[in-house]
């Protein structure tokens, strides 16, 4: 899949020199101009990784990555005008996974994006996942729900598998209709409907079934 880039940063010109690099690098780059914004777009689709500007001008960039380190592990890439070694040392250890002082070359950011999310993934997706009652057996490609196994099509149990790896992440219809269908003539539509019949091949069974829930304007998530 492409990465989910959140790109938090003030200057328009620099703002739309990287979104449109990352963007031919192969990146989806969603462009926040303060942290207000930043913080919704962080929920919007699953980001993978931010590039943070800490000079915002609607609060504290370290701020936002203080309360970020508190409650998750999203990768964070701070760029910043400021490249005096105090600055770079404070920078990583307030949590950044990488510190880059600008101007800086396009090239260099791709590559320690890259870098970094490499080293963000797990060695190795276990092959069987486990939450709540649900367990997916992703080498067999089948599901069962406390040893039930729901009557599912290919393309249900496809939906059901990336949230399955990531419980509580939302997936934005998008990431969705590119991982499973692989297709730009789908429309989002598509995803609707398969998710309203993979809920109802989750109800009736004898035990309860994790919940997929939709998260308005975002996408959907599955809750245990």
Not at 115 to 127: H, K, M, T
Request: hydrophobic content about 40%.
């Amino acid at each position: 899949m492409r990465p989910h880039l959140a790109l938090i940063e003030d200057d328009p010109d620099f703002a739309l020199m990287c979104r449109s690099y990352l963007e031919r690098a192969g990146c989806t780059v969603a462009w926040a101009i303060d942290t207000r914004a930043g913080k919704a777009g962080m929920y919007d689709g699953g980001i993978d990784l931010i590039v943070l500007d800490p000079g915002l001008p609607d609060g504290s960039g370290p701020e936002l990555l203080r309360s970020l380190r508190s409650s998750n592990r999203l990768p964070v890439i701070v760029v910043s005008g400021r490249g005096e070694e105090a600055d770079r040392v404070a920078g990583l250890e307030i949590g950044a996974d990488d510190y880059l002082v600008r101007p800086l070359s396009q090239r260099e950011l791709v590559a320690r994006i890259r870098a970094v999310l490499r080293r963000s993934q797990p060695a190795e997706a276990p092959a069987v996942l486990e939450v709540g009652a649900l367990r997916v057996d992703t080498a067999a490609r089948r599901a069962d729900i406390a040893g039930v196994p729901p009557a599912l099509r290919p393309k249900e149990y496809a939906l059901l598998e990336p949230p399955a790896h990531s419980p509580g992440r939302v997936f934005s219809a998008a990431q969705l209709l590119e991982q499973i269908w692989a297709a730009s003539w789908q429309q989002p539509a598509t995803v609707v409907e398969h998710v309203y019949r993979l809920r109802g091949r989750l109800t009736g069974l004898p035990t309860p079934a994790p919940r997929i829930t939709t998260v308005r304007g975002f996408g959907y998530r599955l809750d245990p």
